[in-house]
């Protein structure tokens, strides 16, 4: 059974730094595209970041593009999302997810419907 486990969110003022965690576990993590989307008050689930695991490929979007890092850790199955300079409109409940397809292009990432496997969600708010 696969599963995927997210912490490490909480509430922070702008400017401040969060490290979230995902966890994977009954999955071969070397194979997959892990994910993080996160979804907002009244929005909808948007995508965040992606990373391959087999080339270490990494796709961001633009509204995070150069504060947030996604990362793998092997050793642990373990993704990291870092996440420095937080906005208030930052704010949003972030999932983790996990692809096991493989696409040449990195817009098919950046949909959520590529991906068959998800976490419960961290809650992140950002105070102004």
């Known amino acids: 059974q696969v599963r995927l486990v997210e912490s490490g969110g909480g509430l922070v003022q702008a400017g401040d730094s969060l490290r979230l965690s995902c966890a994977a576990s009954?999955?071969?993590?070397?194979?997959?595209?892990m994910g993080w989307f996160r979804q907002g008050p009244g929005n909808e689930r948007e995508f965040v970041a992606a990373?391959?695991?087999?080339?270490?490929?990494?796709w961001y979007a633009d509204s995070v593009r150069g504060r947030f890092t996604i990362s793998n850790v092997n050793a642990e199955n373990t993704v990291y999302l870092q996440m420095n300079s937080l906005k208030p409109e930052d704010t949003a409940v972030y999932y983790c997810?996990?692809?096991?397809?493989?696409?040449?292009?990195?817009?098919?990432?950046?949909?959520?419907?590529?991906?068959?496997?998800w976490g419960q969600g961290t809650q992140v708010t950002v105070s102004s």
């Open positions: 997810a996990a692809s096991p397809k493989f696409y040449s292009g990195s817009y098919y990432y950046t949909w959520a419907i590529t991906y068959d496997y």
């Open positions: 990373a391959r695991r087999t080339n270490g490929s990494t």
């Open positions: 009954g999955v071969t993590f070397n194979s997959l595209t």
